[in-house]
């Protein structure tokens, strides 16, 4: 975001009446945005964006729009950013409507599959084309999904930081020490989407009601700017005499900031402080020391608002980021294969980058120059991008050569990927063609 | 606004990734890298651009984030070529001494390196590299620096990497259309070794193995010296396609299921051994055999290097390489490819990440950025090179790429 919006932001959230719009994209995505949607936030709108037509029907969200409808026929982007890219492009026109008079647009995705992490920069650009403050919120796969989805969630993270003015995230992998191994994927899921919204309902609060003590976005800003920065949360509630003596530990002892660990060397905070009439300034000072305590290298900005709906309870949600690390064994050469195939050399890979280079930089870093202009497409490019594989197609006219030319076994195969480029000819044999159908193997 | 015409990039068009690496030179003139930027790659083929806007809108991804993260303009960059369509062969140079005294001087050293570079390409043919191995003396082989030598016959041996024109073209107009200069090509695999090798393989004799998505791109090191190169289109993608077709799913599943429970052998059990694939939309769930898929895998891979250990034998390589077989890119993570390769060359065999360089974190000692590592030392060397041989041939490397552009032929060569 450029200075100038953020000056603007404050003019805008500095009346408490800022315009928000929370969009779901994605699957995962859209189940953050139901467990907001339940939540109930006064006067958010909220949205569900999906190339899934079924994934969509099951969401409980008021707003709902389908991706590329004609095109993809609500068949999802199989796991392909460049099918949730290209469909977000193709309806960006009305998307780009949804964000008109729209002050903050919070976008969330889950990363790594093809919807969100295609769909989820289009919107995030399309927001800011529009003037509305983008806030990302990601959720990053588990390790065992594999790398090449963390990969995938990896370009997506980066992309989302280039294009919106600020990302939080969230990596599935630190719910793993939370739920026991026997619980299910979608049990799980649950658990992570509730605290997101726990989260985004945290960053409502601290920008929407005027309290005794204000942050606005541009002071979020300052926590989740810059490229190199890894952003946490965490967020607990506590009652009755002892609550502020109480939500410090509370606030640790939460997995996602690994038990407090991850404050160790945050560089910002940002604490949103809740409570009922009777909340004192002394609670509010407790809380922030006991940050404080964990976090001692940290620029800390508080937030705190009275909530008559909480009677005695005091709810914090604390934002906070640090310069991603770089691992540690510097000059060892990974070797073996588990270490170079673990996944997590991927997820650190471009975020813990050059820790240096950075360190001279202040705060207030500015944008890019360069900022990537709108990818530009044809419409033809763009349908045919968004059309579905028809994988079926291609076998058909496989069929139709053989009766109609008698060729040989090996040349209807369909050559898939490969299909129109040059072939790769070894010897007099076509290289493209799978190897074990040219061996004759035979599986049973 | 910081920028320096110090600073070295390197881009990497790959098949599955682009990548863009940024080097600075410090006042001691030690390369840091000090920002990488990278985008999927969705226009690119077996190495070959195939779709330019696509290329175009990717490239310009991983450069703006390059950019930002190292803080600089990036106004031209060493570009990597591969694809099948690159090929690598040795020439040789004659040349007469004829002055009085038969001393060797730098004069007939450059003129018998010219008569090695008069070489007839066809006309679709570009000359990427001229690399020079050792000069001979009056039948001598293997002199390193013959100046001041006596002799009648001075030789040289240079091994030559050409590319088709068309393919060429395409990549270096993607990075112009983006307003970016092109100040070099350089063909990936030398890019690689140049990141992967120390000075005792070089000299000992090995090949390297940058094992991409769309190509193996090859290079032998022996004696110090560039000894053969070559491109085999087949690459990751063949595995993933071969699964997609072998197991009847879409690629991208296919591409996963590799990457989770993929190897180059089966295992134990592995053909009692399945997993299921949850089901998607028009998809039903299913389950995979584990045996099948190794054993597709195993075929194609084997098939792979087989053909690169007969290349190589038929070049008559092999014998040179007392170092032994080095595997990079983003497929030598596929689980015991190196036992594969290993009984393949019966040789030993490393997998390699790049060397890292002043500044560089070990995330970058990842084996997919092989190329894009070893093309800012490529940079390097060149701009070291520029240095003290002037600005003339600063300006020659330039027309050549503009030659390139105009599609004059490529015989011209820095
Ligand atoms: N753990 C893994 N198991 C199997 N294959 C993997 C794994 N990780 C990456 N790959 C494969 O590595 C390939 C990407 O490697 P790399 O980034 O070196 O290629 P590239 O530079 O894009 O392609 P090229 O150089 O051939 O044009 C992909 O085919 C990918 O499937
Ligand atoms: N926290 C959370 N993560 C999810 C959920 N569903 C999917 N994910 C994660 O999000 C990633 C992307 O999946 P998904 O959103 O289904 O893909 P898309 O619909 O193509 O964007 C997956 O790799 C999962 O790690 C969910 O409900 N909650
Ligand atoms: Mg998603
Ligand atoms: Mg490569």
């Known amino acids: 975001m450029s200075f100038d919006n953020q000056e603007n932001s404050k003019e805008k959230l500095g009346a408490g009446r800022a315009k928000m719009r929370v969009f779901g994209v994605g699957g995962a995505g859209c189940n953050i945005v139901d467990s907001l949607a339940r939540i109930g936030l006064t006067g958010v709108e909220f949205y569900a964006v999906n190339t899934d037509a079924c994934a969509l029907e099951e969401c409980n969200v008021p707003n709902k729009v389908l991706l590329a409808s004609r095109v993809r026929r609500g068949l999802g982007a199989g796991g392909e950013p460049e099918l949730g890219w290209a469909a977000a492009e193709k309806d960006s026109a009305e998307l780009k409507k949804l964000f008109e008079g729209i002050d903050v647009a919070v976008i969330s995705a889950g990363l790594g599959g093809g919807t969100g992490t295609g769909a989820a920069p289009v919107l995030a650009r399309l927001a800011k084309e529009s003037g509305a403050l983008a806030l990302c919120i990601a959720v990053l796969p588990f390790d065992c999904e594999g790398a090449r989805r963390q990969r995938q969630a990896i370009m997506g993270l980066q992309q989302l930081k280039l294009v919106s003015d600020g990302v939080i995230c969230l990596k599935n992998q630190r719910l793993v020490s939370v739920v026991d191994e026997n619980t299910t994927l979608a049990a799980t899921f649950d658990v992570s989407n509730k605290w997101i919204a726990e989260c985004a309902y945290g960053v409502w609060r601290l920008l929407t009601r005027n309290g005794l003590m204000n942050v606005d976005f541009g002071d979020l800003y300052t926590v989740l700017q810059g490229r190199n920065t890894e952003s946490f949360f965490s967020f607990a509630e506590t009652h009755g005499p002892n609550r502020a003596e109480e939500i410090g530990e509370r606030l640790l002892k939460n997995p996602l900031v690994e038990n407090g660990g991850l404050f160790n060397d945050a560089e910002h905070a940002l604490v949103s402080i809740a409570g009922g009439q009777g909340m004192t300034l002394l609670e509010v000072r407790r809380t922030v020391e006991s940050i404080q305590a964990v976090a001692p290298n940290a620029n800390i900005k508080v937030g705190a608002a009275i909530d008559k709906d909480l009677s005695d309870g005091l709810e914090v949600t604390v934002i906070a980021s640090r310069r991603s690390a770089a691992p540690a064994n510097e000059n060892a050469t990974p070797q073996t294969q588990e270490e170079m195939d673990k996944p997590d050399g991927f997820y650190s890979a471009p975020e813990s980058f050059d820790p240096e280079l950075l360190s001279r930089q202040t705060t207030n870093r500015p944008r890019p120059r360069v900022l990537p202009p709108p990818p530009e497409l044809s419409e033809d490019r763009l349908n045919e991008f968004a059309q579905p594989k028809q994988h079926s197609r291609l076998l058909g006219r496989s069929q139709k050569q053989r009766t109609h030319q008698g060729q040989l076994p090996l040349e209807i195969v369909s050559k898939g990927r490969f299909e129109k480029s040059e072939p790769t000819i070894f010897r007099g044999e076509d290289l493209d063609l799978p190897t074990y159908i040219r061996k004759g193997a035979l599986f049973n | ?414």
Request: hydrophobic share 40%; net charge neutral; charged share 20%.
């Open chain 2, 1 to 414: 606004m910081f920028e320096s015409k110090q600073d070295i990039v390197g881009l990497e068009i790959g098949t599955s990734k682009i990548c863009a690496v940024v080097g600075r030179l410090n006042a001691e003139g030690a390369l840091n890298i000090v920002g990488i930027g990278q985008s999927t790659s969705s226009g690119v083929r077996k190495g070959e651009v195939v779709d330019l806007e696509l290329v175009e809108r990717d490239v310009r991804l991983a450069i703006s984030e390059a950019e930002r993260m190292s803080d600089t303009e990036v106004r031209s960059v060493y570009l990597g070529v591969s694809g099948n369509h690159i090929n690598g062969f040795n020439n040789r140079g004659v040349h007469t001494i004829v002055s009085a005294d038969r001393q060797i001087t730098g004069e007939d050293m450059d003129d018998v390196v010219k008569n090695a570079k008069a070489i007839n390409l066809s006309a679709d043919d570009h000359l990427i590299h001229a690399i020079r191995q050792h000069y001979s003396v009056d039948g001598q082989e293997g002199i390193p620096n013959p100046d001041g030598m006596m002799g009648t016959r001075l030789e040289v041996d240079i091994h030559v990497v050409h590319g088709r024109k068309n393919q060429l073209r395409n990549a270096v107009n993607v990075v112009r259309n983006l307003q970016l200069d092109v100040e070099s090509i350089a063909f990936n695999g030398l890019a690689s070794a140049l990141a992967l090798l120390s000075y005792e393989q070089k000299e000992l004799g090995t090949v390297v193995l940058d094992i991409g998505a769309g190509t193996v791109d090859y290079v032998v090191y022996a004696n110090g010296a560039v000894k053969h190169t070559g491109v085999l289109g087949v690459g990751g993608d063949h595995v993933s396609n071969d699964l997609a077709i072998g197991l009847k799913m879409p690629l991208g599943q296919a591409e996963k299921l590799k990457v989770t429970h993929g190897s180059a052998y089966p295992g134990e059990g592995d053909n009692e051994r399945k997993t299921t694939l949850p089901g998607t939309p028009g998809l039903p769930p299913r389950t995979v055999n584990i045996g099948k898929l190794k054993q597709i895998m195993n075929l194609r891979l084997e098939e792979t290097f087989q053909i690169i250990a007969q290349q190589l034998n038929d070049e008559g390589v092999l014998d040179y390489l007392r170092a032994g077989v080095v595997i990079s890119g983003g497929s030598s993570r596929i689980p015991r490819i190196k036992d594969m390769v290993e009984r393949i060359f019966q040789m030993p065999v490393i997998k390699a990440v790049p060397q890292s360089l002043g500044g560089a974190s070990s995330v970058l000692m990842q084996p997919e950025f092989s190329t894009g590592i070893g093309l800012v030392r490529f940079g390097a060397q060149q701009r070291r090179r520029r240095g003290y041989e002037g600005v003339a041939i600063g300006r020659s490397l330039k027309n050549k790429i503009l030659g390139l552009l105009r599609g004059d032929s490529g015989r011209s060569v820095a």
